[in-house]
Structure formats: C-alpha cells, structure tokens
C-alpha cells in the first residue's frame, strides 16, 4: 500500500504495542489529548477488553509484517513500544527486536509516517551494554534509519501495575522475608512513574522540537536497587532482609526470579543481566522541554500496587514447591505467594 503525504492526517497517531504495560496507559492519555489513535495489536479480542472502545484497532505483526501497511497507513506519528522479551525464548529476543524494528521502519517509509516515538531504556553510552539494553540501542538506530524523524525516550524501571521490572521487584519482597542479593544491589537506577512516562512520551508528539532528538526520562529520586527494594517493602508492610553475597550469577539469579515469581526466567535473566548498569538521566533537557511535577517514588509505588489484580479470593494463596535439583535441588521447600490473574 503506497502511502505518500497528502492522504496522512496530522492529528493520527498509530501506537506498536498499544496492548503492552506502557502502552495500555498511553492510549486513553492520546485520547484525552484529542489524538485519533490507531492501536497495533496482535490480538483483536485481547486488545478490545485492554483499551478504550473508541479506539481503532488495526490487527498487524511485527513478526511477519502481516497487516503493517495498513495500519501506519495515512499516519503522521507512530509510537514503538515493541518488545519481545517475554516472547521470545533466550536471547532470540535480540534477533526478533531487529527484524520487528527493520519492517516498522520500512512500512513507515511507505506510507510516509513523519515521526516515530520510541521509549527505550537508559543506559551508559560509551561502554559495552548487558544483551537487552544493547538490543534495546540497536532497535533506536534501526527505528532511525528511515526517513520519518525518530524522538528515543529513555527509562529505567516504569513504576506501575504489570510493569515487567517492577512486578519482578515487587513479588520478590512480596514472597521472600530474606533475600540473598549480588553486588549489583549497588547500582544506581531513577525510577519512574508510569503516569509521568506516558505525559513524556505524549509531550513529545506535541513538540515538533523533540523530533530527531534522543532524551533521558528519570523519575525524581536516584535509588540504589537495595533502597528500592526496601522502600516497595515498606510500601508492602514487609520489610525483607537483604544480605549480599560476593558472586550470585545472573543465570542463577534469573532462574530464582523465575522460580520464586511469576516473571519467568527467560524474560528474567536479560533484565538481571541490565541491572549492572546504572540507569540514571544523563541531562534533564526532557524535564526543562515538558516540566512538571514528577510523582514521587512511594506515591507511584502506591498507585502501582493499587491498580494491580487482587489474588483470587482476595487472599495470597500459600504453595509450596520443591527446589528445582539443577538449582540446588534437595528436600528444601520454599514458600511461593499467590499467582494472580491478569
Ligand atoms: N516496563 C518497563 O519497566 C520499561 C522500562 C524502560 C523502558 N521500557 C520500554 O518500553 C517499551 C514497552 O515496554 P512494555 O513494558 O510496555 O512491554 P510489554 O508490556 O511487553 O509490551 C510489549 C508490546 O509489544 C507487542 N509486541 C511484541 N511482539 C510483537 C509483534 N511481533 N508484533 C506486534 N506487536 C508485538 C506486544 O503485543 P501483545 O500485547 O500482543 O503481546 C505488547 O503489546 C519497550 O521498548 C521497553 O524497552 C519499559
């Protein structure tokens, strides 16, 4: 489908992967600025109980490319919040990232898209990058390599319900009274507030300025992973315990956050393998273009376990489960809290 400028309206947006964590809030936010949004989803019953009725949803994979001209047809910008992560099994996450990025990019040019929006994650620029962050770098330059203007947002932990590096922390102090943690409990990260990631990335759309330019978007306190540990605790009502220990490898790791929550390992270990590095905003010219007041740490930890699924029957349920043998194995049972739904 050929697309070309005059049949594109300014106030269309499309938004890849409006049935994911950040894009589910974005969605009704463009909505309520008056935006006409197409979702991209995979799944059309899926997304129709995810989003606002009065969206339009265009059904396209990245996978395959199948429906992607259409739905960037007559467009002006387009959202990416694509990611495989959860998906894709071991470190295929990185070749599928690729490949999602290089059709969205080309379907773009054919229909003339003027910018693309892209929220990726904070790292440091001049050393060598953990898998999932070097992928997620990778897929910003892909996103860039056309001709539609590319603005990259970038993150570190989105504080919200269903958030894949908050629900990991989160059910960790939920199920575990001691944790035994590696060094990088040192490392610095500024979480954010999904609220104030989606008012970024909807500012961005509003600011011709931001097009072409790559931006940090930290929350307003710098914590180190054993602080924020501690503070979703104490957000909890229960504190763990947290010893260090000189060498925790991150496959063991990941296999523990799989194990113990309902993040499984494959999606865990590319992010334990991201938590070596330090995720803070490199410059605030984000916070001077778009400013307000950005929510504090506890009230967005707050708002986040608010809005997640109780456990069925309202109670954690309690299972026991034996310790896998290739872990460790043995007669040693763990406690494991409640799976919720959704
Ligand atoms: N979560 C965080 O804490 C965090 C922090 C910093 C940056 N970010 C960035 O934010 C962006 C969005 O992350 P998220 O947490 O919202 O992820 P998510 O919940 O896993 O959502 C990913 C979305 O991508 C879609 N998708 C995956 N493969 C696809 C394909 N082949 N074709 C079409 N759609 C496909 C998924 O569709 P389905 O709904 O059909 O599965 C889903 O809607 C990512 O770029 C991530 O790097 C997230």
């Keep these: ?29 463009l909505v309520a600025d008056g935006v006409r949004v197409r979702a991209i989803v995979r ?3 899926r997304a129709r109980t995810r989003l606002p009725p009065t969206v339009e949803l265009s059904r396209a994979d990245l996978a395959s490319g199948d429906g992607l001209d259409r739905a960037v047809y007559g467009v002006d910008t387009a959202y990416y919040l694509v990611i495989s992560l959860g998906s894709a099994r071991g470190r295929a996450f990185a070749e599928q ?14 229909s003339g898209v003027r910018r693309i929006i892209y929220l990726g994650g ?23 390599s056309g001709s539609a203007e590319l603005t990259t947002v970038g993150a570190a932990m989105i504080v919200g319900a269903g958030g894949a590096s908050f629900e990991m922390a989160t059910q960790l102090v939920e199920r575990l009274p001691v944790m035994v943690l590696p060094r990088w409990v040192e490392t610095r990260s500024q979480p954010i507030a999904l609220a104030d990631i989606v008012e970024y990335l909807a500012g961005c759309r509003r600011l011709p300025a931001t097009a072409g330019r790559s931006y940090d978007a930290g929350g307003p306190e710098t914590l180190r992973y054993w602080e924020l540990l501690l503070r979703i605790g104490a957000r ?20 523990w956050v799989g194990f113990i929550t309902e993040v499984d390992a494959a999606t865990a270990r590319p992010l334990v393998d991201g938590l070596v590095t330090e995720a803070v905003e490199r410059d605030d010219s984000l916070r001077r273009l778009l400013p307000f007041r950005r929510t504090p740490f506890d009230t967005a930890v707050d708002l986040a376990l608010a809005a997640r699924a109780p456990a069925p029957g309202g109670r954690s349920r309690i299972r026991w489960r034996h310790f896998p043998r290739s ?10 809290g409640a799976r919720r739904s959704g």
């Design 1 to 29: 489908m050929a697309g070309g400028a005059e049949g594109i309206a300014r106030d269309r947006v499309a938004v890849a992967g409006a049935s994911g964590f950040v894009g589910r809030a974005l969605v009704p936010r």
């Design 43 to 45: 799944d059309l019953t």
């Design 97 to 110: 990232d690729r490949e999602a990025a290089r059709r969205f990019v080309e379907a773009c040019d054919r």
């Design 122 to 144: 904070i790292g440091e620029a001049d050393r060598p990058l953990p898998a999932h962050l070097a992928s997620r770098r990778e897929v910003a330059r892909i996103l860039g």
């Design 236 to 255: 909890l009502g229960r504190v763990p315990r947290l010893v260090t220990v000189p060498v925790l490898t991150p496959s063991l790791s990941a296999h």
């Design 327 to 336: 872990l460790g194995g043995g007669p040693l049972r763990l406690f494991r």
